[in-house]
């Protein structure tokens, strides 16, 4: 099993629409976790860090489920300018980070 | 601006050809690391560093060797490349701990 599982997708969603990403991790992955967006041939950029508590930064909502194991993400009122790959990551240690392979989402006019 | 910076962005060469990819950052962090990303495989993490003069394998670090002499850099060294190291390669750099990685551009290697 992977360390950290994402749904590859792809998502094709309308504009304005309400989207949400799952992501498991096995123990290995379970320090901290975070969910960084990266364009098509472009560098991953760090979308928002995932807490217990639940953390939200304007249209997008990261939550942390330790006792299930997984993270998720919800995107309200989509843009267009959210299509992007969003790729699921763990940390295990200082130095260990592991990456998901990514869930492609696209956001149709 | 904080940044994290590679170079070259876009390099081609021949088998077994030394080359090195610079990777240098502005933030004082700790950490930093290499990332390959292949398509169907994600990103992996070739080797990386927890600061100077300490640096320990990653995931895929077969034909890849690196340094870190100075807090800031943290070069990328392929003595021989090899056509299955033809990839997209990231370098990046952390505090450490809780938070996450900033990640340079980029660098497209094609090995032929």
């Known amino acids: 099993r992977k360390e950290v599982e994402q749904d590859p997708g792809p998502f094709n969603v309308p504009e304005g629409a309400t989207v949400a990403f799952n992501c498991t991790y096995s123990n290995s992955a379970s320090q901290s976790f975070f969910w960084y967006r990266q364009d098509c041939r472009k560098e991953p950029k760090l979308l928002m860090s995932?807490?217990?508590s639940g953390n939200e930064d304007g249209r997008f909502t990261a939550q942390l489920n330790r006792a299930s194991q997984y993270i998720s993400l919800l995107i309200r009122d989509s843009k267009l300018s959210d299509s992007a790959t969003y790729l699921c990551v763990g940390r295990s240690s200082a130095s260990k980070i592991i990456f998901g392979s990514g869930t492609r989402l696209s956001i149709r006019p | 601006e904080a940044q994290v910076t590679q170079n070259p962005r876009y390099l081609i060469t021949v088998t077994g050809k030394k080359l090195t990819v610079t990777c240098s950052q502005n933030m004082n962090h700790e950490y930093m690391s290499w990332y390959r990303q292949d398509p169907g495989l994600g990103l992996r993490q070739i080797y990386y560093?927890?600061?100077?003069?300490?640096?320990d394998k990653g995931d895929v670090p077969e034909g890849y060797k690196v340094s870190r002499k100075e807090k800031r850099n943290f070069p990328l060294i392929l003595e021989s490349p090899s056509p299955n190291q033809t990839s997209l390669y990231f370098c990046a750099s952390s505090w450490g701990g809780l938070y996450g990685y900033t990640f340079g551009s980029g660098t497209r290697l094609t090995v032929v």
């Open positions: 560093s927890m600061n100077v003069e300490v640096t």
């Open positions: 995932v807490y217990s």
